[in-house]
């Protein structure tokens, strides 16, 4: 039978007595793990910053929409008004504890022009109170103010447009599109105010006009789309999943932001997959480390182990010593590091990690602008594989010293040197 | 009671090497009776250090058998013959006898520790063997706050608290000066006389020949010659 108690305390009395070395080779884990769990959070608030970033300025977190208008961006495929409100009941059903924000768009592809020129658009009609908290572009306007209740010919546009086409607040500008019926119509508008995303190609061709008046200008009752954003992007599933379930059958095609942001969510993947790397790489090197320093105390004390069997311990009783202080000083790092970890991430909650001097402005990816300043944002799952891998890291690099202790041959490891 | 203490029956110890393997050991028969105080003499490299090696079970025969207390242990697997060190031997070396993060007294106890004798009955037994050889007091220091034939009196200590059938001593007294020595070879003698322990040593220590019941000399890995005490006269 092993003696774990015994070996246990034996274990503890080694690592007290080595203490510095014990104390190096746990900082090892600590600030490897405190770190890990830093450069996770930070890199899951910046990710949940570009999806919320990104999915405001496209299609939320969830979408309803008719079959195909993904693919077409048609007013063919829309949602009547049946569907409509199926879609507002679904979205008003989903699974959450703090609230989301859900907007009606009528959308179509159009033209945008002023006695300067002409450019394509995307026209949007939308509730200005929802949008505003939707897609925030009306927050902080570049000029003027977004669209209000009441508004009937007006337009929020963005600078890009508004320079190309020579606009300013106030100017009057005509929008020409393809309408239900499939005849081509225009619809005089008057710009009330100006955003600006960074996003280029945002900036030209979006524009926001009041829902009622696209849809007395393009003919339709119904909507193209209904979207939410959710309080975080972990929502998604359940979301789409309770949304599916209670519109199977409507003809309406729920999709989640992977779906409809496709180029978000691969810049996100990737970065993901390239953080992991990074930090693979990171403890690969801490591993190294330790097993230096576990391997180098049993060389050094070889004699001692020797002695161990000589009085009784078996070779694996001898080994399980060995990992057992590597179990210890896992434990402890474990701790250290999760506790070290969250005063870090503290330190960053309410003033961010703030790259902006070293990253030039306006960097865009993946379809949103990078925002410099990075919050942590604690996600559990992550967490668990951040204490998970250094728990590995710290066992499998006691593993092969604590075999090395055990192979070792007591005659020749009691030998006067 | 065994009729042997220890047996070995063509004892060989031979560790592969180029050009040619050494023989360190080469059919040695040795009996033991319970109670004797034996010494293995002999010049560097005759295999004393070996044969006690091979009598404690810490390295194997390459051929040949060794019994302890009438129970082969040449063959046993590793968790057994670990077993058997800890019930049936006590060893001794020349030096770094101790543990060092433990104090006197945890390293005097600790084969009892191992062989699961309760706290309060492990320190009655210490204390009172430490009364006897002259640790009083000492209990609580750390190996780096003894004297050399303070540690070798702890090392004793712990190899016949067990009560083991023999204890090994393997040159217990290279490193201490005559007077440690022979205070250390007191408390051995006495630890034979009074409780029955068998002691065999390895050594080339003429104070430890003096005092031996039994001399074996050992020659290039052969016994070549056996000393009752009183026969050399």
Known sequence: ???????????????????????????????????????????????????????????????????????????????????????????????????????????????????????????????????????????????????????????????????????????????????????????????????????????????????????????????????????????????????????????????????????????VRIDDAGDWVFHLILFAIVTLAILNAVFMSVLHRKRELGLLRSLGLSGAETGLVVFVEGVLLTIASGLLGVALGFALVWAFFRNGLDLTDIMPADITFGGIVFNPVMYPSIELTHLVQSVALTTVIGLSASLYPAWHAARLDPAESVKVE | MNEHAVRTEDLWKIYPQEPRPVEAVRGVDLVVAPGEFVVMAGPSGSGKTTVLNLLGGLTRPSRGKVWIEGREISALPDKALAQVRLSRIGFVFQSYNLLPVLTALENAEFTLLLQGVPVTERRRRVRRLFREIGLEGLEDRRPPRLSGGEQQRVAVARAVLGEPALVLADEPTANLDSATADALLDVMEQLNRDNGTTFVFSTHDPRVMERASRLVRLVDGRVAEETVSGDAG
């Open chain 1, 1 to 267: 039978m092993i003696r774990f108690p015994t070996l246990g305390w034996l274990a503890l009395r080694n690592l007290g007595r080595e203490l510095r070395r014990s104390a190096l080779t746990a900082a090892a884990m600590t600030v490897g793990l405190a770190l890990l769990i830093l450069s996770r959070t930070l890199a899951d608030g910046a990710h949940e910053d570009w999806i919320d970033s990104g999915v405001r300025l496209a299609s939320g977190h969830v979408s309803f929409n008719a079959p195909g208008y993904r693919d077409s961006e048609s007013l063919d495929d829309r949602l009547d008004a049946g569907q409509l409100e199926a879609s507002l009941g679904a979205a008003a059903l989903a699974p959450l504890t703090e609230p989301s924000i859900t907007t009606v768009r009528v959308a179509t592809r159009g033209l945008a022009s002023s006695a300067d020129g002409a450019l394509p658009a995307l026209i949007v009609g939308v509730d200005p109170a929802s949008e505003l908290a939707f897609s925030r572009l009306g927050a902080e306007p570049a000029t003027g103010r977004y669209l209000q209740e009441g508004d009937r010919l007006h337009a929020f546009i963005g600078a890009g447009m508004a320079t190309r086409l020579g606009l300013r607040t106030g100017s009057r500008m005509v929008l020409t599109a393809q309408v239900a019926s499939g005849d081509i119509a225009g619809q005089l508008v008057r710009v009330v105010g100006t955003y600006r995303t960074g996003l280029d190609d945002l900036d030209e061709a979006l524009v926001h006009i009041p829902l009622s008046v696209a849809r007395s200008w393009l003919g339709v009752e119904g909507a193209t789309s209904v979207s939410m954003v959710l309080p975080h992007s972990a929502f998604t599933d359940p979301v789409l999943a309770e949304a599916r379930a209670t519109l199977e059958g409507a003809g309406i095609e729920v999709a989640g932001w992977p779906e409809t942001a496709r180029e978000l969510y691969s810049a």
